[in-house]
Nanobody, 121 residues
Framework: QVQVVESGGGLVQAGGSLRLSCVAS????????MGWYRQAPGKQRELVAS???????NYADSAKGRFTVSRDNAKNTVYLQMNSLKPEDTAVYYC???????????????WGQGTQVTVSS
């Protein structure tokens, strides 16, 4: 079994900051990529930022310059520091972890339950 749990969402005013955390636990052999996606009402889920085990980072254009993704491999944790938040950042933020589970033959994607981020104007 693998569990992916996010935390850190909430309500913040425009221009404020939030830090999201995501921990993967369970029968894990190795973690490849970790990332953050978001889904606003009526919209498709979209990539916000991702980071590989070798620290290659990818940001959505909307996140560049405002958000910072990082990870602590010893803790199987990925973070998303969000600064200068805008109302359009309002969404449910999901953590995605690509990993090899014990007993599995190949890697799979695991998702957290999501955490709500609401930015008021």
């Amino acid at each position: 079994q693998v569990q992916v749990v996010e935390s850190g969402g909430g309500l913040v005013q425009a221009g404020g900051s939030l830090r999201l955390s995501c921990v993967a636990s369970g029968s894990i052999v190795i973690i490849n990529a970790m990332g953050w996606y978001r889904q606003a009402p009526g919209k498709q889920r979209e990539l916000v930022a991702s980071i590989t085990s070798s620290s290659n980072i990818n940001y959505a254009d909307s996140a560049k310059g405002r958000f910072t993704v990082s990870r602590d491999n010893a803790k199987n944790t990925v973070y998303l520091q969000m600064n200068s938040l805008k109302p359009e950042d309002t969404a449910v933020y999901y953590c995605n972890v690509r990993l090899l589970r014990k007993g599995a033959l190949w890697e799979n994607d695991y998702w957290g339950q999501g955490t709500q981020v609401t930015v008021s104007s």
